[in-house]
């Protein structure tokens, strides 16, 4: 399997070359700053399968938060292209945006609704969560 994708701008390249661990909206306050309001659409591959074929992240991390997430973004336009979280270890959360063809993937779960806004859409057939769900 290999799935690819960039940056708006074309700068910033990506290739995943394994299956998607997982796929579901972020309603959380952090997700609705990165996205301009919205949720924030993921899809999650195993960190190894990720690999940047063409530019440099750059990154981000709030340094007042004790397990922040690392924000992966291109420098020249902005488009955010993924994360790195301490809630996901070994794994790069990828916007779903940002893949050449979006279409083929949709959210199989809802999570930190208790955060969503009243302009958010939750499909009526996946799992919403008030947090996380449940591991496994």
């Known amino acids: 399997m290999m799935v690819t994708g960039g940056c708006y701008?074309?700068?910033?390249?990506?290739?995943?070359t394994g299956p998607q661990e997982a796929a579901f909206q972020c309603h959380c306050r952090?997700?609705?700053y990165i996205t301009g309001g919205n949720a924030n659409i993921v899809v999650v591959f195993a960190e190894t399968d990720f690999r940047y074929t063409k530019g440099v992240a750059t990154t981000f991390a709030r340094s007042d938060l004790e397990t922040p997430v690392t924000r992966h973004f291109c420098s020249s336009c902005g488009t955010?292209?993924?994360?790195?979280?301490?809630?996901?270890?070994?794994?790069?959360?990828v916007k779903v945006g940002t893949l050449d063809y979006p279409e083929d993937y949709q959210a199989k779960a809802a999570?930190?609704?208790c955060d969503k806004q009243p302009y958010h859409h939750i499909p009526s057939d996946i799992p919403a969560f008030d947090k996380r769900p449940p591991k496994k």
């Open 9 to 16: 701008c074309g700068e910033i390249r990506f290739e995943v």
């Open 30 to 32: 952090e997700c609705q």
């Open 80 to 93: 955010a292209i993924g994360s790195r979280s301490p809630s996901r270890p070994n794994s790069m959360i």
């Open 111 to 113: 999570i930190f609704t």
